[in-house]
Every structure is written in structure tokens, then in C-alpha cells.
């Protein structure tokens, strides 16, 4: 049986570029979680841990162990696909696919589709105003990382309601959006933390997932190169596509939490990730054509 016709991979088998250094990110930073949770009350913190946002806390919470090397192999495995929002790595005898489904499954967040996904109305009242104030941010402008951490050291006078909406933008800056630190989010978006019922129920996956995508769209692997969103989803996506090298080099948690993004600690200083990779490859082509 002749192997399915493919698009092509993005690098020659034996020839992916090593990478020039680790892969650059903003997301999971431990500066901002740790001046967050100092600046709620515990029984806010809690709210804001069991919200339908809990996820990125709860992996927080991990201390997840970042694995730049095996995330730049993986995606030097790519297939060359027009599909801006799909990514295809070819290991086995069929690619391994990451898509929407995928990072809705590994991630538990809301992915429904909206229209105007990243510019929803929002109405800019005197409430926001004065909110946009307390965060010392101009009102056409979404918070940046430092910003947030900036108000978390003066917000002990702060209502309820407004520590809460700085948890949940906490939230934004540094895992949904993932943006550089200095970097400002869309105020659109952020806007919507003026009210805490529809921002926690708003489809902040796909928001994610866009971000994360639009980062690793044409990115050049050959050099050195930062990936905004949340990246460490297609580490974890790494482990599930290839269950060959969850125990390895996944270091699975106990009793499988679900979603399966907290069902890892992952794992550094994996340095033979590219040659322990290229042996399944070399298996699951032996496999093939043993079999057929």
C-alpha cells in the first residue's frame, strides 16, 4: 500500500534547524501571579480559582517545567498546509493535528464561536472610567502585564468588585493574551471585565487559541524567535499526540486532573528530544511497511 499523498514538510527529514536559543514567551509569569494573588483577599483568590477561568491558575499553580527544545522539534515536523488556524506535524505514518478541537479539549475554556470575536461592543460608561483610572490606563487602551502588576500594589482600598476585575485581567494579560509585558491588550476585549458574569463567560479559548495561532503563523525557525499566547499548550499537546512520550518526558500528574493541561508537570533538559523523536519515526516507518 503506497503512504497517503501529503503536503510536504516544512524542513527535509534530518535537516530541521537547531534551535539558536530557547524560544521567547510572556505567558505563565510568576512576577504577575505572585503580585495578584498577594493583592486578593483569599476568599477573592478562591472565587477567581474556581471560575470557568480557573484553568490557567490551577497551571499556574503546577510550576510547570518548559521544554523550549521539544517544542521547536515539534514544530519543525510541520507539514507546509495553507491553513492559518491548523497545524500539522508529520512523526508517524498519519500527521498529528492541532487545531481549535484540540485546544479545546486540552484546555477545558469556552471556544464557542462569536461574531466579532476580538472587537465585541462594549459601552464605555463612567464605571469604566473610573475603573480605567484606578488601573492608571488611557481609556483606548487595554492594561499591559506591567500595568496590572503596577496596581496590584495599590488596590487594598479597592472594592470587590474592582480587585476581582483585576484578578480576571491578570488573567487576560498574562495567559489569554501573552503579550510582552510592556505590550498593551485590546481594549475591546478588556473592556469587558466591567462585567465579571459575561466576562468569565466569554469564549476567552478561541481568544486564546487565535492569539497563539496568529504568533506561529510563517514564523521562522531557523533563528532565534518569541511565540505569543499561550505556548505551553502545544507542549502539553506534545504528550497527547504522542502518548510514546508522556511518561518520559511529560511527567504525568496523579489521578489524570482533568483537563488534560494540568495532567502534566512537564520537563527540562531533555536535550535528545530530536534524536529520540527521529527513532519513532524510523519505528513507525518499519511498522508501515512491515505491515504493508
Not at 239 to 259: D, I, W
Request: proline content about 5%; glycine content about 6%; overall charge negative.
Amino acid at each position: 500500500m503506497d503512504l497517503p499523498e501529503l503536503p510536504k514538510r516544512l524542513f527535509t527529514l534530518g535537516e530541521e534547524p537547531e534551535p539558536v536559543k530557547s524560544i521567547s514567551y510572556h505567558t505563565d509569569d510568576t512576577k504577575l501571579f505572585t503580585a495578584t494573588r498577594g493583592a486578593l483577599h483569599p476568599e477573592e483568590y478562591q472565587e477567581l480559582r474556581d471560575s470557568k477561568l480557573r484553568v490557567f491558575l490551577k497551571f499556574k499553580e503546577l510550576n510547570f517545567a518548559w521544554a523550549s527544545s521539544m517544542v521547536h522539534f515539534m514544530l519543525c515536523f510541520k507539514l507546509d498546509i495553507k491553513k492559518k488556524y491548523e497545524l500539522w506535524c508529520l512523526v508517524g505514518p498519519e500527521p498529528a493535528k492541532f487545531s481549535l478541537i484540540e485546544f479545546e479539549h486540552l484546555i477545558g475554556v469556552n471556544c464557542d464561536y462569536v461574531e466579532n470575536l476580538e472587537n465585541p461592543r462594549c459601552e464605555v460608561t463612567e464605571e469604566t472610567i473610573s475603573f480605567w483610572q484606578l488601573l492608571g490606563v488611557g481609556i483606548d487602551a487595554g492594561p499591559t502585564t506591567e500595568q496590572i502588576i503596577a496596581a496590584c500594589k495599590r488596590c487594598s482600598e479597592w472594592s470587590w468588585d474592582d480587585r476581582m476585575r483585576l484578578g480576571y485581567l491578570a488573567i487576560f494579560t498574562g495567559f489569554i493574551e501573552g503579550r510582552k509585558f510592556s505590550t498593551v491588550t485590546q481594549a475591546s476585549l478588556a473592556r469587558l471585565v466591567m462585567d465579571l458574569e459575561e466576562f468569565e463567560n466569554y469564549p476567552w479559548g478561541r481568544v486564546a487559541f487565535k492569539v497563539l495561532m496568529d504568533s506561529l503563523w510563517n514564523k521562522d525557525l531557523t533563528k532565534s524567535y518569541t511565540i505569543d499566547g499561550f505556548v505551553q499548550v502545544i507542549q502539553v499537546w506534545v504528550y497527547y499526540a504522542l502518548p510514546e512520550f508522556r511518561v518520559e518526558y511529560g511527567h504525568p500528574v496523579q489521578n489524570k486532573p482533568s483537563p488534560p493541561l494540568l495532567a502534566y508537570n512537564g520537563g527540562k533538559g531533555r536535550r535528545f528530544f530530536k534524536d529520540a523523536i527521529r527513532r519513532l519515526i524510523t519505528y513507525y516507518s518499519l511498522v508501515f511497511w512491515y505491515v504493508f
